[in-house]
């Protein structure tokens, strides 16, 4: 089933908005705990939902499961149709039959799953500390620690729009952050917001360097994008079981001198239906992001995806001061202070510079030619291989008989372009920013 582009435009901010809420109201979902007599507490695990995320995002196999099942149907048929109209009349296709090359191992994915489970456990840490809205905001570092990651390892060039939106958005980023600190009465409660800060943009550090490792990792993995979100679900639930949770129940903190106690969090978790309630439904919002999140990436252009993650942190906001006010009054939430206008200005100063580092490339999608279909076989006809798939990339001759290839891809390789992608981990962490429009990863030639 295809979404049309209101619905599922509309299904991402509804999913978007409840995934990151659904990420803080965990923490005051409150159960019997396994200690003190089974007093009565709040769910503060956010490790344990860490192993949550992963398991939403292994779910997204059955989203891979639709997608190959509908294209198989009409891959014969495709493949017939390409054969005829490539086979030249007086004679056998010309097609070039070169050798694809070999696609890497699935287990590479681990890599970036490491940092995908590090980034969202700094984030739900941070989350702990910190309001939802400035945790959404916050998330707009990883602009910045990508494009740094990117000039270091992938030896990427920046124009004056990149460096500009960066200084922009660094600036957005410090009047978030400040505003979120000196809101705070006592010393005790700004160390934490200050802790709850820093460690949400560790996070956002972590976060980029997945993408520039998947990016660097990836390119020969042959995957549709949701099979490599599922892939790292799976691997995520394997090292969250495996050692992740151990290590934390080893490590010494306040969770009953755990940094985190998973026995406790199983127990809380079979004692109230309540924690698992607000848990599953987590998970069900991950599942219509992404299935949504599809929609978004096939139907729009990276305007209306900087516009839409704008209109989510506001949604976010402004249902958490509904919240605090109405809703449940003084308990969940966060109130309207005299420092928030300023944090207004810092989240305006972060969607500016969002805009100004995409600059060339929302222009060059605005303006980008539609070449026709049929001018493109007439000219191309020898030149076409079908023995790779090219989702994204249209071939064509211009006026002068000079091949032309234009794809995502490479338009985002010229403009240095960051967007953030619709899939996988988008819900409580930064999304992961390799995944192309067409939802494979290929080869990126660095200029």
Known sequence: MKLGTRTSVLGLLFFGTACSL?????????????HNDHAIRKFEKPWFQVLVMF?????????????????????????????ALLKPADGPS????????????????????????????????????TTVSVYQMLRAGQLVFTALLSIMFLRRRLDIFNVAGILIAVCGIALVGYANVVSQTNAVDKA????????????????????VCEEFLLQTVQMSG??????????????????????????????????????????????????????ILDMAMMLGYNICGMGVTANLTGVHRVIIETLRTLFVWLIDMLCWYVITPGYFGE?????????????????LGTL???????????????????DAYVEQ?????TSKPTPSAIKYADEDGREEVESEEEREEQYGSYYSQPFGSAAHASFLGSLKEAGHFSHIENR
């Open 55 to 83: 398991v939403g995002m292994s779910v997204c196999i059955i989203l891979d499961k639709q997608s190959k099942k509908s294209a198989k149907s009409g891959d014969a048929a495709s493949k017939a149709e390409s054969e």
């Open 22 to 34: 659904l990420a803080k109201v965990i923490y005051f979902v409150q159960a019997p705990g396994l």
């Open 335 to 351: 109130p309207w202070t005299q420092y928030s206008p300023m944090q207004a200005v810092g989240f305006c100063f972060l969607v």
């Open 94 to 129: 010309s097609v070039s039959s070169s050798p694809e090359p070999k696609p890497a191992s699935v287990w590479i994915i681990n890599i970036p799953t490491l940092f995908d489970l590090f980034a969202t456990g700094c984030g739900t840490t941070g989350l702990l500390f």
């Open 192 to 211: 934490n917001q200050m802790f709850g800060v820093l460690i949400i943009l560790l996070g956002q550090v972590m976060q980029a360097s997945q993408i």
């Open 381 to 385: 006809t020898s030149a076409v291989d």
């Open 226 to 279: 949701v099979r490599v979100v599922a892939f790292e679900g799976l691997f995520g639930v394997f090292h969250c079981v495996l050692w992740v949770l151990p290590l934390m129940y080893v490590l010494p903190g306040r969770d009953h001198g755990h940094l985190e106690d998973s026995l406790d969090s199983l127990y809380m978790l079979s004692s109230t239906w309540r924690v698992g309630f607000v848990m």
């Open 356 to 374: 100004t580092y995409n600059y060339k490339q929302l222009v060059a999608e605005q303006a980008a030619p539609v070449p026709s279909v049929l």
